[in-house]
């Protein structure tokens, strides 16, 4: 994050400013141009147009970046936004059902790839916790098949609230969590069934081992660069103050090429397209890491095969939300090009997917897992919380064909030989990969 100018510096001059007014319109924000009505001015607006005046129009991936993550007035940092009082709502507050299908998928690599003797599960954007929470319940259910198993838990959070949140979802309260602010790894603490856990800042800081690594919902809010195509070739998207409105923001396009254009594929044939380095960055560590060690990484989100141009919005209070008002006070979201991810990971690991998450839950036996649940159950209003939450993951127009699942696995994986398996570990044999394909247990 560039830092800002100091105050007094001269001002830009107007070749340095230069910069096109931005006609496009994207399918889910606004390109600036309605009335602002009552919103107020947040101090995170005030911030951005400091910015702007001191350097110039901003990136789309800038503007997500301190509007999200800005350590002193970034929206993740200091709230709460998840569930129904929130902005937004995510599987795992919907159902139990879904984290316990996931840790279903990550028992079965686990099996597939010869019972290792630990791994680490890593969560990148934990969300409350809820997801940890539920896989951690199915972990300790399967306690038989996993007692020799070493298990710990990491979590990468970057928003203090979530992390202290995080911490009274899954900790035991009688063991006091250990603190230490400066440090990599923030926060330790026991979980309720006795496995450690710990709390990073970034992904590199998380010990390398075998480990299972999951992000759900976490890669559509890292910050994308946007593209239009113009007569003069590709111009990026840029932010800016708007010169009628001294108070409001609006899109405008570059004047002439910025380094980010690099991303874009030379056979591109959309004419708008959206780049996130950020995401490559952190899905070759991923594969690096995958590669080494051996383990697996499970990525949720919204997202498509390179086929989807404008997806940049905001939420604040479950609607969609014009992402240049108010910032500070909505989550902003672009979905997730899984095209991008797979060929940045192709060389070291092999990849699974995108699949809808209807046809990945189904497979992974969701179906049988509602009817034990129903069948147990004899309270009406719990019945029907279980079917609504059911029909929320898999019914097509709502999240069983707008989320998606993608996989990532050593290539040995796919031809059963296992990693670096020592001599006491069972020798596995080819097996398909759960969810991508119907759940079989060896």
């Not at 200091?78 to 129904?84: C, T």
């Not at 198993?149 to 995080?166: M, N, Y």
């Amino acid at each position: 994050m560039r830092a800002l100018a100091k105050a007094g510096a001269a001002p830009l001059s107007a070749a340095a400013r230069a910069v096109i007014p931005c006609l496009w319109r994207g399918r889910y924000f606004s390109s600036g141009k309605e009335p602002v009505g009552n919103k107020p001015e947040t101090p995170m607006l005030r911030h951005l147009m400091y910015k702007i005046k001191s350097t110039g129009p901003i990136t789309v991936a800038e503007y997500m970046k301190e509007v999200l993550t800005n350590p002193a007035k970034g929206y993740y940092v200091y709230r709460d936004m998840l569930g129904e009082k929130g902005d937004f709502i995510t599987s795992p507050e919907i159902s139990q059902i879904f984290g316990e299908l996931l840790a279903i998928w990550f028992i079965s690599e686990w099996m597939a790839t010869g019972k290792t003797e630990a791994f680490q599960l890593v969560e990148l954007g934990p969300g409350r916790g809820t997801l940890a929470e539920d896989i951690l319940r199915v972990f300790s259910q399967l306690g038989s098949v996993l007692k020799n198993c070493d298990i710990s838990i990491h979590l990468v959070e970057v928003s203090q609230k979530l992390s202290e949140i995080q911490a009274l979802t899954l900790t035991e309260e009688k063991v006091p969590l250990q603190r230490s602010a400066g440090s990599p790894v923030y926060m330790k603490g026991v979980t309720k069934s006795g496995i450690p856990v710990s709390w990073y800042r970034d992904l590199q800081d998380v010990p390398k081992g075998y480990s299972f690594y999951l992000a759900h919902e976490f890669f559509d809010v890292l910050p994308v660069h946007k593209f239009q195509k113009t007569p003069q070739g590709w111009r990026e998207v840029l932010v800016d103050i708007d010169p009628q409105v001294s108070d409001k923001l609006r899109f405008v396009l570059a004047p002439c090429a910025t380094p980010a254009e690099a991303f874009i594929q030379r056979d591109e044939k959309r004419d708008h397209v959206e780049v996130c380095p950020e995401a490559g960055v952190i899905v070759q560590e991923l594969s690096q890491r995958i590669a080494l060690t051996g383990g697996a990484t499970l990525i949720a989100d919204y997202g498509h095969d390179g086929t989807k141009t404008d997806t940049f919005r905001g939420f604040c209070g479950h609607k969609l939300h014009d992402v240049l008002i108010a910032p500070g006070t909505a989550d902003l979201t672009a979905d997730v090009d899984f095209s991008y991810l797979r060929r940045v990971a192709q060389d070291k690991v092999a990849a699974l997917g995108p699949i809808k998450q209807q046809t990945f839950l189904k497979n992974m036996g969701i179906d049988v897992r509602l009817k034990v649940l129903l069948d147990k159950s004899d309270d009406s209003s719990l019945r029907q919380q279980l079917l609504q939450g059911y029909d929320m993951l898999m019914n097509p127009k709502k999240m069983g064909e707008r989320f998606n699942f993608f996989a990532l696995l050593p290539h040995e994986r796919l031809h059963g030989r296992s990693h670096r398996r020592s001599k006491c570990q069972s020798k596995p044999s080819p097996s398909p990969v759960a969810g991508f394909s119907e759940l079989a247990w060896q």
